[in-house]
């Protein structure tokens, strides 16, 4: 963080400014900053030094080939390569699908209708357009809909 309280705002943006014509800052034209902007000479210098300080590198090349570096991204565990986690999330993937079809199985072809309808099709279709589908209001639609999620959330539960 550069500036964190009005003041400091305030002067990072006019020092910005200053030093686009200025470029360094003597002592008396930091003087003259931190009495034109009512605050004290150390802040002046102090942002000033920051914002003349460069970026640093938070993952450092090594000075050589032979030498390994000592940012974290040389040490630290890279889990999206672990064979066996991938396997395991592969299967777990697997088990859910084959959990939620089989709960669907057990509802009715309209309920079943009305969820793929809604929630596992592209477009998703509408209350409106489902209720003039199977005859009946928008709000039966969504009653049933609730009811089959309650079921389908039962044996998923189970």
């Given at each position: 963080?550069?500036?964190?309280?009005?003041?400091?705002?305030?002067?990072?943006?006019?020092?910005?400014?200053?030093?686009?014509?200025?470029?360094?800052?003597?002592?008396?034209?930091?003087?003259?900053?931190?009495?034109?902007?009512?605050?004290?000479?150390?802040?002046?210098?102090?942002?000033?030094?920051r914002?003349?300080?460069?970026?640093?590198s938070?993952?450092?090349?090594?000075?050589?080939?032979?030498s390994?570096?000592?940012?974290?991204?040389?040490?630290?565990?890279?889990?999206?390569?672990?064979?066996?986690?991938?396997?395991?999330?592969?299967?777990?993937?697997?088990?859910?699908?084959?959990?939620?079809?089989?709960?669907?199985a057990?509802?009715d072809?309209?309920?079943?209708?009305?969820?793929?309808?809604?929630w596992?099709?592209?477009?998703?279709?509408?209350?409106?357009?489902?209720a003039?589908?199977y005859?009946?209001?928008?709000?039966?639609?969504?009653?049933?809909?609730?009811?089959?999620?309650?079921?389908?959330r039962?044996?998923l539960?189970a």
């Amino acid at each position: 963080k550069i500036a964190t309280t009005k003041a400091q705002r305030k002067l990072f943006f006019n020092l910005r400014s200053a030093k686009a014509r200025l470029a360094w800052l003597s002592h008396d034209e930091a003087k003259a900053v931190a009495d034109d902007l009512g605050v004290s000479l150390k802040d002046v210098q102090q942002m000033e030094g920051r914002l003349t300080a460069g970026d640093m590198s938070f993952d450092p090349d090594p000075v050589d080939d032979d030498s390994t570096g000592s940012a974290p991204v040389y040490y630290l565990e890279d889990k999206s390569s672990d064979p066996a986690a991938a396997l395991e999330d592969a299967d777990w993937d697997t088990q859910a699908r084959d959990n939620l079809l089989d709960a669907l199985a057990l509802l009715d072809a309209r309920s079943q209708d009305i969820l793929r309808s809604r929630w596992l099709s592209e477009p998703k279709a509408t209350l409106h357009e489902l209720a003039d589908r199977y005859g009946v209001s928008a709000e039966r639609v969504r009653q049933i809909e609730k009811q089959a999620m309650g079921k389908i959330r039962g044996e998923l539960v189970a």
